[in-house]
């Protein structure tokens, strides 16, 4: 829909990110190929960012990027959600069940 994907991660999400290539191929993969700071640059950057519960997710939300936290029921988004006023999220007991109407709704509560 006319929006830039970028694909951050290390280099062992490689397997993960070429199945999302399968169905949006244009999404640009630097997983594997920033340093932090550059990662932190990308995400500053970012007008959105959306992922499950890790690391970049959590810098994206320190930098105040809006940001879109998905989490299994591996972990608890009470406790470990990112803080902050730009910050939605939803959770699905298997991550691959989370719909996403589900998380557009929570890109759609941010823009709120």
């Not at 998905?70 to 406790?79: T, V």
Request: some cysteine; hydrophobic content about 45%.
């Amino acid at each position: 829909k006319g929006v830039a994907c970028v694909a951050v991660g290390t280099v062992s999400d490689a397997e993960a990110i070429s199945v999302i290539k399968i169905f949006v191929p244009e999404v640009v993969d630097v997983s594997g190929k920033t340093t932090l700071f550059e990662l932190a640059g990308i995400l500053r950057r970012a007008h959105l960012v959306v992922g499950n519960d890790t690391g970049p997710l959590h810098l994206a939300a320190a930098l105040g990027t809006p940001t879109v936290a998905l989490f299994s029921g591996k972990s608890n988004p009470i406790w470990s959600k990112p803080p902050g006023p730009k910050v939605a999220w939803r959770q699905s007991e298997n991550l691959a069940d989370l719909s996403v109407a589900n998380a557009v709704s929570a890109i759609d509560e941010l823009r709120r």
